[in-house]
Nanobody, 123 residues
Framework: QVQLVESGGGLVQAGGSLRLSCAAS????????MGWFRQAPGKEREFVSA????????NYVDSVKGRFTISRDNAKNTVYLHANSLKPEDTAVYYC????????????????WGQGTQVTVSS
């Protein structure tokens, strides 16, 4: 098992930036494809981004392309989500998780979910 802890959320104005972190402990972090998801109130959990074990393959949902950047530091057992040019519609709880099976954009294949970090973007 891997334990994941997200941090870095907060309240920012539209156009601002945040760096979300997801720190892992337990089994070898570098063995896992990592994903970021978000869930806004009253909405289903949504795929945001994923990064391969080595960091060479990256995917984003269209709505964050050009604004968000995912990265990982396997030496620090941490994956990051740099969120720039934030918009009110980015407001959500952001979660990280490890991919166990299936499509990288589907939350059904992910496990070891963290507790989430709240991002609130004011207009």
């Amino acid at each position: 098992q891997v334990q994941l802890v997200e941090s870095g959320g907060g309240l920012v104005q539209a156009g601002g930036s945040l760096r979300l972190s997801c720190a892992a402990s337990g089994r070898t972090f570098s063995n896992y494809v990592m994903g970021w998801f978000r869930q806004a109130p009253g909405k289903e959990r949504e795929f945001v981004s994923a990064i391969s074990r080595s960091g060479t393959n990256i995917n984003y949902v269209d709505s964050v392309k050009g604004r968000f950047t995912i990265s990982r530091d396997n030496a620090k057992n941490t994956v990051y989500l740099h969120a720039n040019s934030l918009k009110p519609e980015d407001t959500a709880v952001y979660y990280c998780a490890t991919l166990a099976r299936g499509q990288i954009s589907s939350d059904e294949g992910y496990e070891n979910w963290g507790q989430g970090t709240q991002v609130t973007v004011s207009s």
